[in-house]
T-cell receptor, first 111, second 112 residues
Framework: DAKTTQPPSMDCAEGRAANLPCNHSTISGNEYVYWYRQIHSQGPQYIIH???NNETNEMASLIITEDRKSSTLILPHATLRDTAVYYCIVRVAISFQKLVFGTGTRLLVSP | SQTIHQWPATLVQPVGSPLSLECTVE??????LYWYRQAAGRGLQLLFY??????ISSEVPQNLSASRPQDRQFILSSKKLLLSDSGFYLC???????????FGNGTRLTVT
């Protein structure tokens, strides 16, 4: 699995958009970008994933650059409950899920 | 809808005692099942995965073992716990087609 680089921490004001970046410059053509988050003392929660097109669901939007070497997870209106560690992972979707979690980005949403 | 159940939520065990953590999945058939461990302040480490009944693969040598006696049941065990076995243990599942992983709420194990 390709490695990813994320900032260790970010702050966001409640109600504002939170934009979490991820670099994956060695990503292969068949590897997807997955985002998970982990709220303190809970299991990781799947957020969204994509290959090369931008994706949106009820939780977030995923913007992948044209060269696929980086992506941004967007929480459009951050709430206090979005405070968590966010993990960006790249992997092939067709194999079993041997996810390699890095240290992620600790997002703190403040009032 | 699919759900994953993991228990107990917390556990305190003395060194040398046995361990059995159970995980069950509902609402899906023939899932891939996983055990991860998260040490305090660190990322997740894959311990075991299973693609079917009785099929267990181990990722790291350790004091733990896993079993899958039924399609949707995954058990993590140890005969004698070590202090280093303390951590947050997470069970997860995915479909065989490679869908995203879905995690349980974890078991926080403290070995004293």
């Amino acid at each position: 699995d390709a490695k990813t680089t994320q900032p260790p921490s970010m702050d966001c004001a409640e109600g504002r958009a939170a934009n979490l970046p991820c670099n994956h410059s060695t990503i292969s053509g068949n590897e997807y970008v997955y985002w998970y988050r982990q709220i303190h003392s809970q299991g990781p929660q799947y957020i969204i994933h994509g290959l090369k097109n931008n994706e949106t669901n009820e939780m977030a939007s995923l913007i992948i650059t044209e060269d696929r070497k980086s992506s941004t997870l967007i929480l459009p209106h951050a709430t206090l409950r979005d405070t968590a560690v966010y993990y960006c992972i790249v992997r092939v979707a067709i194999s079993f899920q041997k996810l390699v979690f890095g240290t992620g980005t600790r997002l703190l949403v403040s009032p | 809808s699919q759900t994953i159940h993991q228990w107990p939520a917390t556990l305190v065990q003395p060194v040398g005692s046995p361990l059995s953590l159970e995980c069950t999945v509902e609402g899906t058939s023939n899932p891939n099942l996983y055990w991860y461990r998260q040490a305090a302040g660190r990322g997740l480490q894959l311990l075991f995965y299973s693609v079917g009944i009785g099929q267990i693969s181990s990722e790291v040598p350790q004091n733990l073992s896993a079993s899958r006696p039924q399609d949707r049941q995954f058990i993590l065990s140890s005969k004698k716990l070590l202090l280093s076995d303390s951590g947050f243990y997470l069970c997860a599942w995915s479909t065989q087609g490679g869908s995203p992983l879905h995690f349980g709420n974890g078991t926080r194990l403290t070995v004293t």
